[in-house]
């Protein structure tokens, strides 16, 4: 599939939270390779063999050990940024992460979540504050939120004015493509499909420049709630 996008001229692509292994909780599913993958991360071989032939970028997350690793995997460098909030029961085998910070490729800073993320404003916001073009979240949201799931993704696309590729696994379908404007550009329905689309970033910058929501932004007053709630 990713060689399919790439005949199309995908540069960027974005595959699903975890899809190498699904999570992976059973214990007939530990011994796998995937599962017990270590730096310098063997089983992603193939897509750095496309990555280097066809000068593209990847990015998914993988596991190691107690941590879901969002992932960037551009020529012979490999970033990784943690997912920031385990879901429910993934809080057993995950722990959380504790930076913030987007990934430096040569399309510029690019703002990686991972599922659960999305739900977090603080999270897209962060990264856009830190200068992400724009945004990519891989994730595994199921069928019966994926309602949730675009409405999420078409706001955080909206309220930082970037652009969003929003990867969800095929199962719960509904990947799509955002630009700053808050319009879908493409999406998936619920089946294993490569959907393409070309991400406009003079036109982020004319949105910006329409509606200049980040030199509006007043942040001595946001965090002032906290402070009144101490000291009533």
Not at 130 to 143: H, I, M
Not at 161 to 182: E, F, K
Request: hydrophobic fraction near 40%; charge should be neutral; aromatic fraction near 10%.
């Amino acid at each position: 599939m990713a060689g399919s996008a790439l005949a199309k001229g995908a540069e960027i692509l974005v595959l699903p939270e975890l899809f190498l292994t699904g999570f992976c909780y059973e214990p007939s599913l530990q011994s796998t390779q995937a599962a017990q993958d270590r730096p310098p991360y063997p089983s992603l071989d193939p897509f750095w063999a496309l990555a280097r032939e066809h000068n593209c970028i990847f990015l998914s997350s993988l596991r190691r050990g107690r941590q879901n690793l969002g992932f960037c995997l551009e020529g012979n460098r490999l970033q990784i940024r943690p997912k920031i909030h385990p879901f429910g029961g993934e809080k057993v085998h995950f722990d959380g992460g504790k930076v913030i910070l987007p990934v430096n490729t040569k399309w510029g800073l690019v703002g990686l979540q991972v599922c659960y993320d999305l739900r977090f404003p603080e999270v897209a916001r962060t990264l856009a504050l830190q200068g992400a073009e724009f945004l990519v979240t891989v994730a595994q949201f199921p069928a019966l939120r994926r309602e949730q799931w675009r409405t999420l993704a078409m706001a955080r696309a909206i309220e930082n004015q970037m652009p969003h590729l929003a990867c969800n696994w095929a199962s719960g379908g509904g990947s799509l493509i955002v630009d700053a404007r808050g319009r879908v550009l493409v999406e998936a329905g619920l089946e294993q499909t490569v959907i393409l689309a070309d991400i406009d970033l003079a036109d982020r910058d004319l949105f910006r420049r329409e509606v200049s929501c980040f030199a509006d932004r007043r942040p001595e007053v946001y965090g002032r709630w906290d402070t009144e709630r101490s000291n009533p």
